[in-house]
């Protein structure tokens, strides 16, 4: 078999162009794919126009000062702002797709949040030609305006429960200019207190005094209970987020996982489907199997061949990736088991489509046919579509050696879920396409 | 190893199936040391059937031939060798496969019996149809088998490379190789075969020389070619 080995390597040595293809196709491809999965939308443009003077950017709350043009900054971290100078120059360049929205923000903000009679209102439009990213730009300033809200509620509670201190405990307080003293619960009750005790006994006075005392003890104890209330109505629900399926492996590990996958199943389908068809085109196969070499044996060589090479372009394409994304070299054996069984799943799937269409075009063309969908099968997240629909979509992507395959290598490179599963998926996968080729070369010449 | 008829192979009443269909209807024949046979026929007589047969490509479904296919070398119709690959490298590589004790010796052989020598080093692909077909049947003589099947062997070539492929074929016969080989041309049938053999739709309708064939069609004044159709319409085909 070393033999038909060296043969088939002394061929792709001499076929120069197709190995590039065979090479750099794959990876060109794997490469974007990862791009695509791993980079998320760009900052969209917005055109932008702040009509608050300067002067009035700061909200004073009866003495407390909040910079709004602070919380009006932190929008600039996802959004490419456009400095306009009035609305009609936003809206135009909204209608002429030079920017996705115009965010306004009204002169009369400040003074409304001061006067506190209603919400304040920004002003957006959007351009919504391309769907997806009017939704983009819509969830961006969405999620903004509510950061807003939230910090500025936490500026508003803050005050409101400064006022409650001064009620409760007295103090002064800044009103338009003028200083006042607040006497406070605890101080009123302490006086009514004292003014108690100073009446007679028997003054009928002093019961009803002693209510009033009792509401100002009673009225400052609830107010110490209102501190943990008003904290709540700031952000009254908070997700506590835990992952039920899946790792935690972030977007761009899992977008290595994916180019490498991606590169294993383009290398391995392609050479295995095409080596064998073209023993078939050079007419060698009927000599082959005439007793130098056994048709189980002569799968198995391609197999091992088309692995060999797709598990050296993966390595290499891995070594090239720990440039830009760290990676753990240290679970080098488990990258090299995930892309061994990864290998011979693709390797034998290969086979049996070479087995089949027995001409080097139709099996390249077959290949790369299958590659593509059952690549994406495999990426279909849960919820994306119906739940039936997805469960139809499980069951294709398992009979393909992909998504196992993807499975296996996320988890060598990423810790991400349980190897075991995995590999003996593709074990099985191997053993099921290897009897289809065997099969399949019943008919092959 | 020859049978008790002193025969180096002999196939008796070969029957094949496919479906419904009887390919071969227990068609017997018998080759001698050295003796050049044709197998000869309309199309679809059976004939590269008979010869998958007696190469081990195809099992019968009935009958028996007297050598295993390991101790016969067997030349497809088209090239089996490959295009990148040169002479040299195509020899080499089934030499090794054949499991021949000295690979180098044997090629060197090869080159030098196909008179390749000059383009050992020369890709296949690149060499003209009766070069690529004398490399063909080198292949097929690595084992140095006492019996060579060809199928259809000048099929494809011109006539220059048929005379220098027949040469070819004759100086082996001259060396003690018996060569069975089919083919459509009747004319090398009657020019090279010692031995014709006729099938037409499965049967075997006749086994002899070439001079034997015309006699049995008993018309003097007609060529080879004239009397093997005479004979195939006489027995109403």
Redesign the interface.
Known sequence: MR??LL?DL??LR??PLLVALLVLYPIVIAVLIGFAISRGPEKPRVAFLNEVPPAASELDLNGQKIDVSKYGQEIFSRIDPVYVNSEKEAVAKVKSGDVLAALIIPADLTQKLEAGTGPATVRVYYNAEDPVKAQFVQDTIKAEVQDANTALTKQFTKIALNYLDLISKGGQISIFGKTFDVLGLAKAQAIVQASQASLPANSPLKSQLGQVANFARLARDNLDLSNGVLAAVGTPIRADQKIINGGTTPLDAFAVAIAVTVSLMFVTLLLASGILALERE???F???V????SRTGLLAEKVGLAAICAIAVSLLMLAGITLFVSLEWGRFPLWLVALVLGGLGFGAMGVAIGGVTREVRAASLLAFMISLPMAFLALVPSGAVSSGLYNVIKVISALFPFKPTLDALNSALNKSGSIGMPLLHLAILTLAFGVIARLSLQRFA | MATERGLVLEARDIVKRFGDREALKGVSLGASAGELVAIIGPNGAGKTTLLSIL???QRPDGGSVSRS??EIG?V?Q????????TVA?NLR??A???KCPDVEVVVDRMLDQTGLGDRRDD?VAELSGGNRQRVNIA?GLLAAPEVLLLDEPSAALDPRQRARLWEFIGALAAGGTTVIYSTHNVQEAERYAAQVVVLADGERLFAGSPRELEQTVGASDLDFEEAFVAFLRQRGH
Do not use: H, M, T
Request: hydrophobic residues 50%; proline residues 8%.
């Open positions: 033999w038909l043969k002394q061929i001499r076929s050079e007419n060698a009927l000599r082959l005439r007793g130098l070499v | 190469a081990g490509i296919p390991s067997w497809p088209q090239a089996a060798v490959y295009g990148k690959l490298e590589l089934f090794r496969l054949e890709p292949i």
